[in-house]
């Protein structure tokens, strides 16, 4: 298995306030994703890396925003929560980006009260 | 644009029967790439298969097999001999050559498959 980690796994906060969420690899990938994954929508990418403080925008951006300052870590934040960024979160990783195979996180399932 | 459809939402079926899900493509492109992923009850995604659009010959791999065609623009996935294992949201995804750089990994809905014991 890819060694990829998510933390925190579980999540609850209120509107309005800040999340940052983490995805650590020790895979040494250079790509790094964030999806989230909601009910009727599949999986959809947010953003993603393809080096440290190299990042773009995905389908899903509004409302997040991320950081990579190393290789092996990948950070989200959400700088002020809404309820419709309730989801599941998925970090993924890839040795050269698309259309290489992606390996997956556990996932962080996070909940805006 | 690209689109994957996978209009099975669920299916159930009994132990030990075979069984397909569809996917279905829309692109523009004539280079692009097939995925299929697994999704068990755990939560993780899991990495089944990547296929080329200039690569139309079927892949078997156990009791997995893929069905690629172009003329109908459809990735199929079947499970022989299905095992409660199999349990799991089965996703579809597509990423074209055009937006090779942008990263651009569309995904299915997806099925989520229930095999009965």
């Known amino acids: 298995d890819a060694g990829i980690t998510q933390s925190p796994r579980h999540k609850v906060t209120e509107t309005g306030t800040p999340v940052t969420l983490r995805c650590h690899q020790t895979?040494?990938?250079?790509?790094m994703y964030w999806y989230r994954q909601d009910p009727g929508h599949g999986l959809r990418l947010i953003h993603y890396?393809?080096?440290?403080?190299?990042?773009d925008k995905g389908e899903v951006s509004d409302g997040y925003s991320v950081s990579r300052s190393k290789t092996e870590d990948f950070l989200l934040t959400l700088e002020s929560a809404t309820s419709s960024q309730t989801s599941v979160y998925f970090c993924?990783?890839?040795?050269?980006?698309?259309?290489?195979?992606?390996?997956f996180g556990p996932g962080t399932r996070l909940t805006v009260l | 644009a690209q689109k994957v459809t996978q209009a099975q939402t669920e299916i159930s079926v009994v132990e030990k029967e075979d069984v397909t899900l569809d996917c279905v493509y829309e692109?523009?492109?004539?280079?692009?790439?097939l995925f299929w992923y697994k999704q068990p009850p755990s939560g993780e995604l899991v990495f089944l298969i990547r296929?080329?659009?200039?690569?139309?010959q079927n892949e078997i791999s156990g009791r997995y097999s893929w069905n690629f065609q172009k003329s109908t623009s459809s990735f199929n996935f079947t499970i022989t001999a299905s095992q409660v294992v199999d349990s799991a949201v089965y996703f579809c995804?597509?990423?074209?050559?055009?937006?090779?750089?942008?990263?651009?990994?569309?995904f299915g809905t997806g099925t989520r498959l229930t095999i009965i014991p």
């Open positions: 993924a990783i890839s040795e050269a980006g698309v259309p290489n195979e992606q390996f």
């Open positions: 895979e040494n990938h250079r790509y």
């Open positions: 890396s393809y080096g440290v403080k190299d990042t």
């Open positions: 692109t523009r492109d004539t280079t692009y790439y």
């Open positions: 296929r080329n659009s200039f690569d139309e």
């Open positions: 995804a597509l990423s074209e050559a055009s937006n090779f750089g942008n990263e651009k990994l569309t």
